[in-house]
């Protein structure tokens, strides 16, 4: 089916874009940081820390990561971090990672907008999500 | 605000097959884009690249000599096939 039509699909993907995105909410929220990180990031295979929802992303780098995950057809969980500021700065300790969005693949930090974006165009980006 | 050979020789002190380019994004000499070829990225995905490179720029962003970075690490071979490295 041809896309060239398509006003959303914004980065040619040969496939139709799909929102593939939830936002999740934490269950207990009284476990130990480290415990709720692992416990989000065990939800889904593709995960991605965000500011906003994939609905409405409140930041453009967050907005551009899930076109991206949306133009892979990626099913994915995402956590707004604007609404735990305990998250917001434990998962930068955790990951060792200053700045959001930042995408985890089975609980392996991937990458932020800048590398996410260097890997959709060079192709790399679909052997990650499907590993 | 940073000497860029400083910045440059830091990074070639720990990789020291990498050619290292530069540019100041603000002109404050603060604010970089980091450009690093070097074959120690061998088979390592490219946020293990970056973080390589944070780590070992850590000192400078810590004082604040950096305030903020753009990498784009390559290796030698992807360096070649993007134009970059004859």
């Not at chain 2, 860029?4 to 970089?32: M, P, Q, R, W, Y």
Request: with cysteine; charged share 25%.
């Amino acid at each position: 089916m041809s896309n060239d039509n398509n006003p959303f699909n914004i980065l040619g993907s040969e496939k139709v874009p799909v929102a593939g995105g939830t936002a999740v909410n934490e269950k207990d929220t009284s476990l130990p940081l480290e415990e709720r990180i692992k416990g989000l990031l065990s939800s889904s295979d593709v995960f991605l820390f965000m500011k906003g929802t994939p609905d409405m992303p409140m930041c453009g780098f967050s907005a551009n990561v899930i076109s991206i995950l949306n133009a892979m057809n990626a099913k994915y969980q995402t956590f707004n971090i604007l609404e735990d500021m305990d998250i917001r700065q434990g998962l930068k300790e955790y990951s060792n990672w200053p700045t959001y969005p930042q995408l985890y693949v089975k609980g392996k930090l991937i990458g932020g907008n800048d590398i996410i974006m260097e890997m959709y165009e060079d192709g790399e980006l679909g052997a990650v999500l499907n590993s | 605000m940073v000497e860029f050979t400083t910045v440059e020789n830091l990074i070639k002190s720990h990789l020291d097959d990498a050619i290292v380019k530069i540019h100041d994004l603000t002109g404050t000499a603060d604010h970089l884009s980091i450009l690093i070829i070097s074959d120690a990225f061998q088979g390592k995905i490219l946020i293990d690249q970056h973080q390589m490179i944070m780590d070992i720029l850590k000192e400078k962003l810590g004082t604040n000599e950096i305030h903020a970075v753009q990498l784009k690490t390559l290796t030698k071979d992807k360096a070649r096939a993007k134009g970059l490295l004859s």
